[in-house]
T-cell receptor, first 109, second 116 residues
Framework: RKEVEQDPGPFNVPEGATVAFNCTYSNSASQSFFWYRQDCRKEPKLLMSVYSSGNEDGRFTAQLNRASQYISLLIRDSKLSDSATYLCVVNMDTGKLIFGQGTTLQVKP | GAVVSQHPSWVICKSGTSVKIECRSLDFQATTMFWYRQFPKQSLMLMATSNEGSKATYEQGVEKDKFLINHASLTLSTLTVTSAHPEDSSFYIC????????????FGPGTRLTVT
């Protein structure tokens, strides 16, 4: 079983749509959690950290459920510029990051 | 914000030659840097953890004699791909670990290696 699992997609949605990505992780000792965004042939960029209390940054909302070992990302009012691959990332206490395979989002006009 | 640079951004080399990739943290000191590899349509895979002043820690399946890592200063780590083969062609990305609350890591822009 992969340590971090994501639905690879692709998710094809129209502009303005709301889209949700899910991620599960297997190691209950995982310390912290992130969503990264990666554009084609570029390095990953931190989108947001994920907390148990849930956190929101503009159109993006992230949620963590430690009991279920489940992380989510919700994007509201999708823009064309949101098209990218979204990586679910789990940090172990050593600082080592474990990446999911990524979920590809394509927002169409 | 924190910036991590990599050099070169892309390189083409012939089979059997060695290639060195540099990773620098530009505005902070990084006691730990990480090296990742990403093949097309796949996610990043951690290759090794580079610790300043000590030997790197390699992930299972990564040959330490083939991928030489040196972290001689708090701002520089290098990865040398020795005796490169076409199957080593990949996107190599480093990150620097900054202890700022939530173990945030900053990624370099990556180095695209093509071995012919």
């Amino acid at each position: 079983r992969k340590e971090v699992e994501q639905d690879p997609g692709p998710f094809n949605v129209p502009e303005g749509a709301t889209v949700a990505f899910n991620c599960t992780y297997s190691n209950s000792a995982s310390q912290s959690f992130f969503w990264y965004r990666q554009d084609c042939r570029k390095e990953p960029k931190l989108l947001m950290s994920v907390y148990s209390s849930g956190n929101e940054d503009g159109r993006f909302t992230a949620q963590l459920n430690r009991a279920s070992q489940y992380i989510s990302l919700l994007i509201r009012d999708s823009k064309l510029s949101d098209s990218a691959t979204y990586l679910c990332v789990v940090n172990m206490d050593t600082g080592k990051l474990i990446f999911g395979q990524g979920t590809t989002l394509q927002v169409k006009p | 914000g924190a910036v991590v640079s990599q050099h070169p951004s892309w390189v083409i080399c012939k089979s059997g030659t060695s290639v060195k990739i540099e990773c620098r943290s530009l505005d902070f000191q990084a006691t730990t840097m990480f090296w990742y590899r990403q093949f097309p349509k796949q996610s990043l895979m951690l290759m090794a953890t580079s610790n300043e002043g000590s030997k790197a820690t390699y992930e299972q399946g990564v040959e330490k004699d083939k991928f030489l890592i040196n972290h001689a200063s708090l701002t520089l780590s290098t990865l040398t791909v020795t005796s490169a083969h076409p199957e080593d062609s990949s996107f190599y990305i480093c990150s620097a670990h900054r202890l700022a609350g939530a173990y945030e890591q900053y990624f370099g822009p990556g180095t695209r290696l093509t071995v012919t």
